[in-house]
């Protein structure tokens, strides 16, 4: 039986018990010893050498040689945070999962972001899919939901997997490029394998260079099951929803941002829960009864084709919030192990084919990475009680009693003991499965344009212009000009304006080939139809000695009180007087940050501006100018305004009345890019 469960973070709880406080403690070696000296090793002599003997040196430096355990083969660049999940009401129609039955029940959550390609110290910013794997610490046990902040997959089958990901690492011969796949290995398998189609588009598209961690979507890709206790089973795909909306960086700002602040995603990510602003997402669900599996164009088990919520809607049934962060990247983050085959019972498994080699391949990578006894970590323990007959591997944690480790057994009355299904226990759903043995795909996975069109012809002018622009962008950087012509030809199945437009860009013209006749769009997947708010997005405020410190005072209570973050950037750091004499902290100087770090900017200026300040102010404004976002300006500082000629221009806004301005800047700040400028 289980045992009672409560309603507070029990993850938190048990993560407790294995905290070390180092502060005002004696320092010792891992034995427990006092160390009086940990500056100078022991020595024969005080120009040495240094004696075998010394234990601690030698305890001290072994350990450092093994600091280090293998990066993840991908997603090696990561970062995670705590937090809870709600469901909103009882799902118990569609599933037993016990996490989705009492909507007063607060399950732990632990969810990793990751990126693909680089590797633990890539650049953040880089072009990438953001892994979004969520570990739930159910009552009956982890399941974990390792998605992807893209709901279609670049293969069908999970064998292609490790060929896909050769390609797009860095090339073996010089390990060129780092986290990038502007290269020709990557492209030269996307055009051999051209079920990859739909999924270039939306690496192209603007959601693999998003603004932040807490404002992408995230999708479990694959298809899984939903079973209810009386055995009924659905078809389901899993949604993550971002409440502040879906953002991103534009191209240009991203490259910029790798070099300001390779740390980007993560610091905003910790210091927005440090602040006490938890990001939250909708989980949706989308569900195809069983009898419906065949009637679609597409085939349901098709890890390359997503479900159009147009045909199959999103139906939002709790909310996640992330509301912690880690006391120890390496022990949490790093040793988290998410597994895509942790289910519990009420969920289950497909046959698709993508899934199923998952299934195989995370256990099996995180017993090399991380070691046999993983699950015994801290950070991967079930919040729920363990009992079983596997024993000892290497460094094991849990100390089993008694004599009997086997099954059946009569000298312990045959326990630990199995759970019928009707007991809790988890039951495979026993789908009927028939066919020869063969090495094949369906042909009903044969399609691999139609939906690379609906997405086409889903998107914004704007965000076609970026597409384009992103594959000239990485067909430029690819030396081989038969590859560049074998991906022109393919985007010409899709699109014959797309597949122009990037050739034009490399001279190249796309061959005479079918074009998809799709003519639907789904405007669920255009960015643009997304949530604007303002919440915690970043105003950088350029202030130069003697600025007007009451009017700045007024805007900026408004500005916070609206949900902005205003950053006062000056000169120099420190302090800085405004007009009556008062000091304000400058947060950062025109040395250490960047126009690229801002969601906007507020020119206060000054009424005798020194030079320096005048020239960086503009390269300031004429950048995020460039980058489509709001500006505003106190009277001061509009004729700076108007000698670069962009006062009265859309987003850029003049403040003649604190409160007047406040607020439409603070609208501008929600629309936070004027297209319109293009
Ligand atoms: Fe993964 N993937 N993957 N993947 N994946 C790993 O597991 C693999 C795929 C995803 O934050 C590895 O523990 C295969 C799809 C995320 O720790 C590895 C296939 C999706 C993470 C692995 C796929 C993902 C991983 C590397 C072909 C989206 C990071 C380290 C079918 C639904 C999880 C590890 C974290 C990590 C294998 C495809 C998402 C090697 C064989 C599709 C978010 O096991």
């Given at each position: 039986m289980n045992e009672p469960f409560n309603n507070e973070n029990k993850k938190t709880e048990q993560l407790k018990s294995f905290i070390r406080d180092n502060t005002g403690k004696p320092l010792t070696s891992n034995e427990g010893i006092k160390i009086s000296d940990d500056e100078n090793s022991l020595k024969a002599g005080d120009r040495g050498p240094t004696l075998l003997e010394d234990f601690l040196f030698r305890e001290k430096l072994a350990h450092f040689d093994r600091e280090r355990i293998p990066e993840r083969v991908v997603h090696a660049r990561g970062y995670g945070a705590h937090g809870i999940f709600q469901v909103y009401e009882s799902q118990e129609e569609l599933t037993m999962a016990h996490f989705l039955q009492d909507p007063s029940l607060k399950t732990p959550v632990f969810l990793r972001f990751s990126q693909v390609a680089?590797?633990?110290?890539?650049?953040?910013?880089?072009?990438d899919v953001r892994g979004f794997a969520t570990k739930f610490y159910t009552e009956e046990g982890n399941f974990d939901?390792?998605?992807?902040?893209?709901?279609?997959?670049?293969?069908?089958?999970?064998?292609?997997f490790p060929d896909l990901i050769h390609a797009v690492k860095p090339e073996p011969d010089n390990e060129i490029p780092q986290g990038q796949t502007a290269h020709d290995t990557f492209w030269d398998f996307i055009t051999s394998n051209q079920e990859s189609a739909a999924m270039t588009l939306w690496i192209m598209s603007d959601r693999t260079i998003p603004r932040s961690f807490r404002m992408i979507e995230g999708f479990g890709v694959h298809t899984f099951r939903l079973v209810n206790k009386h055995g009924k089973s659905r078809f389901v795909k899993f949604h993550w929803k971002p409440l502040l909306g879906l953002h991103s960086l534009l191209w240009d700002e991203a490259q910029k941002i790798g070099g300001v602040d390779p740390d980007f995603h993560r610091r905003d990510l910790w210091e927005n829960i440090e602040a006490g602003n938890y990001p939250e997402w909708e989980l949706g669900i989308q569900v195809i009864e069983e009898e419906d599996e065949y009637n679609f164009t597409f085939d349901i088990l098709d890890a390359t084709k997503l479900w159009p919520e147009e045909l199959v809607p999103v139906r939002k049934i709790g909310k996640m919030t992330l509301n912690r962060n880690v006391d120890n990247v390496f022990a949490e983050t790093e040793q988290v192990a998410l597994h895509p085959g942790n289910i519990v019972r009420g969920i289950d498994f497909t046959n698709d084919p993508l899934l199923q080699g998952r299934l195989f391949s995370y256990t099996d990578t995180q017993i090399y990475r991380v070691g046999t006894n993983f699950q015994q970590l801290p950070i991967n323990r079930p919040v729920c009680p363990v009992h079983n007959n596997q024993r000892d591997g290497n460094a094991r944690y849990v100390i089993d009693q008694g004599k009997v480790a086997y099954h059946n057994n009569s000298l312990a009355n045959n326990t630990p003991y199995t759970v019928p299904g009707t007991k809790g226990g988890f039951v495979t759903y026993p789908s009927l499965v028939h066919g020869y043995k063969v090495r094949a795909t369906a042909p009903s996975f044969d399609d691999h344009f139609s939906q690379a069109k609906l997405f086409w012809n889903s998107m914004s002018p704007v965000e076609k212009h970026h597409i384009i622009d992103a594959y000239s962008f990485e067909l430029g950087k690819v030396n081989s000009i038969e590859i560049r012509q074998k991906l022109v030809n393919m985007l010409a199945h899709i699109d014959r304006v797309l597949a122009t437009r990037v050739g034009e860009n490399l001279t190249l013209q796309p061959a005479e080939v079918p074009e998809s006749t799709v003519t639907e769009s789904s405007p669920a997947l255009s960015m643009m139809n997304t949530r604007y708010l303002t919440n915690t997005l970043k105003v950088g405020v350029l202030v130069d000695e003697g600025f007007a410190g009451e009017e700045t005072r007024e805007v900026l209570e408004m500005l916070i009180k609206n949900g902005l973050k205003p950053v006062i950037i000056s000169v120099r750091n420190g302090m800085i007087r405004d007009d009556k004499g008062d000091q304000w902290v400058v947060n950062a100087s025109f040395l250490t940050t960047s126009p690229v770090l801002y969601d906007g900017l507020y020119l206060v200026g000054?009424?005798?501006?020194d030079p320096y300040f005048i020239n960086r102010a503009r390269a300031f404004i004429v950048e995020s100018y460039n980058h489509f976002k709001p500006i505003g300006s106190s009277p001061l500082g509009e004729k700076l305004l108007q000698e670069l000629g962009i006062a009265g221009k859309p987003g850029v806004v003049t403040n003649h009345s604190a409160n007047v301005f406040s607020k439409v800047f603070t609208e501008a700040m929600a629309k936070q890019r004027f297209w319109d400028r293009y």
């Open positions: 680089g590797s633990r110290g890539a650049n953040e910013t880089d072009r939901l390792v998605g992807n902040n893209i709901p279609i997959f670049f293969i069908q089958d999970s064998i292609k000054s009424e005798n501006a």
